[in-house]
């Protein structure tokens, strides 16, 4: 059973115009939420994260959202760039007895921003 | 700076084959990672190293032994390779257990046939 989804296996952006990349996740324990982004024949570089006693967190054009309620957080990337071109991924880990849990990655979203 | 290097970047294997992939860090990291990347999968632990002198499972380690050499080398191997072992290979190292600021290796495209 996946825990964290990524349900959107693409997404195509203009150049200048805000990306939203959406994940989902099933499991009420998970306290850490990330985003990594990976380029083609690349290994993944970590890009931003959130704690989940917090609803937002921003670094520059990329801001992350969550929402405890509904299992759900967005990245939205504003304003998108060519480079920006990659794909994300998602993902998510727990505390289970004192120690902090192994990552859970999504499937990864494959976005591409056009000029 | 070179980060989290893996060693070979491609390697094409025979069933039943054995082969060990290498992984070493430079960045005086604790704990170290092997991941698989399949098509439509994600990222998926197989093992782990919190630290120097132990190792423990992920969630898919079957057919994987792991061997933590010293701080900055864990290297994976495969005993008798199997075709559902083709895969993309990532290692990736961390501060430590509760920093998930991984860095990643470039990675290493693993064809069994």
């Known amino acids: 059973d996946q825990q964290v989804k990524q349900n959107s296996p693409s997404l195509s952006v203009q150049e200048g115009r805000i990306s939203i990349l959406n994940c989902d996740y099933t499991?009420?324990?998970?306290?850490?939420f990330l985003w990594y982004k990976k380029y083609p024949a690349e290994g993944p570089t970590f890009l931003i994260s959130?704690?989940?006693?917090?609803d937002k967190n921003e670094d520059g054009r990329f801001t992350v959202f969550l929402n405890k309620s509904a299992k759900h957080l967005s990245l939205h990337i504003v304003p998108s760039q060519p480079g920006d071109s990659a794909v994300y991924f998602c993902?998510?880990?727990?505390?289970?007895?004192?120690?902090?849990?192994?990552?859970?990655f999504g499937k990864g979203t494959k976005l591409s921003v056009k000029p | 700076n070179a980060g989290v290097t893996q060693t070979p970047k491609f390697q094409v294997l025979k069933t039943g084959q054995s082969m060990t992939l290498q992984c070493a860090q430079d960045?005086?990291?604790?704990?170290m990672y092997w991941y698989r990347q399949d098509p439509g999968m994600g990222l998926r632990l197989i093992y782990y190293?919190?630290?120097?002198?132990?190792?423990d499972k992920g969630e898919v380690p079957n057919g994987y032994n792991v061997s933590r050499l010293n701080k900055r080398e864990f290297s994976l191997r495969l005993e008798s390779a199997a075709p559902s072992q083709t895969s993309v290979y990532f290692c990736?190292?961390?501060?430590?257990?509760?920093?998930?600021?991984?860095?990643f290796g470039s990675g290493t495209r693993l064809t069994v046939v």
């Open positions: 990736a190292s961390s501060v430590d257990r509760d920093n998930y600021g991984y860095t």
């Open positions: 499991n009420s324990m998970f306290d850490y």
């Open positions: 959130i704690s989940s006693i917090k």
């Open positions: 993902a998510a880990s727990a505390v289970y007895g004192g120690s902090q849990g192994n990552l859970i």
């Open positions: 960045m005086n990291h604790n704990s």
């Open positions: 190293s919190a630290s120097e002198g132990t190792t």
